[in-house]
């Protein structure tokens, strides 16, 4: 039983970050207004994030799960900061913009240069949930926070240096399209599946990484 538990967290931890970055390599470069034939990938790529920013959220818990220290609960706290923010931010200049623009296909004339403003304005000038905003560098900042902070507290509770690189690595998620987002959850990968292997393989469960015994001297002198 705790095989396939450790097995199906391991999934989680590694799967979750590796599919998101697969998804980013389908992101387009094209600004919403100008999308043309990459609408259907940008409608893909953004409402395939809702699902898996949840899915990233949990598997993040996950990777801190049991470690008790006060940078972990900040890796905890901030989680539900960044799925909120991410996914309003994502909600607008993603799937609405998305959604406007294949109603702009429909349209000819005056009407189609009304909508295709309607898009430019909710993608470049949206101070709230805009390329540019409060929502999305809100999720910026949370996701780096998360990314260190879970970088801290893997360290100390034992992780090793290419562990903790990877997973400061993946601060690059912040910029969510390729190359950085790529980059980022793949580190956010090899993190997990290290961090899983050193949980799993040294016994240690999920309260820390293996740190060797202290010695305890014998009472009343050495022993004989």
């Known amino acids: 039983m705790k095989t396939s538990m450790d097995a199906g967290r391991r999934a989680l931890l590694v799967g979750v970050p590796a599919t998101f ?4 390599l389908l992101h387009p470069m094209e600004d919403p207004w100008e999308l043309g034939g990459a609408l259907d990938r940008w409608m ?11 899915l990233l959220a949990y598997s993040l818990w996950l990777l801190v799960d049991g470690i008790r220290s006060r ?3 900040v890796t ?3 989680l539900p900061v960044f799925v909120v923010a991410f996914t309003a931010f994502d909600s607008v200049a993603g799937i609405a913009t998305g959604w406007l623009a294949r109603r702009a296909d429909d349209q000819t004339g005056t009407a189609r240069e009304h909508t295709l403003d309607s898009i430019e304005y909710l993608f470049a000038d949206n101070w709230l949930a805009g390329n540019l905003s409060i929502l999305g560098g809100a999720s910026a900042i949370a ?3 998360i990314a260190i902070s879970a970088a801290i507290a893997l ?3 034992g992780a090793d240096r ?9 601060v690059l998620f912040a910029n969510h399209p390729a190359p ?14 290290r961090a899983s292997r050193g949980l799993h393989d040294t016994g240690a469960g999920r309260e820390s990484f293996s740190r060797p015994a202290r010695p305890v001297a014998p009472v009343g002198g050495d022993e004989r």
Not at 21 to 24: E, G, K, P, V
Not at 184 to 189: I, K, T
């Open 143 to 145: 996701w780096m926070t």
């Open 180 to 193: 950085f987002g790529t980059i980022g959850l793949l580190a956010l990968a090899v993190a997990g599946y």
């Open 21 to 24: 970055a697969a998804l980013t």
């Open 44 to 54: 893909l790529v953004h409402v395939g994030q809702l699902v898996l920013t949840v």
């Open 71 to 73: 940078i972990a609960s």
């Open 162 to 170: 290419l562990t903790v690189i990877a997973m400061c690595t993946a």
């Open 155 to 157: 360290k100390g509770a």
């Open 76 to 78: 905890r706290f901030v």
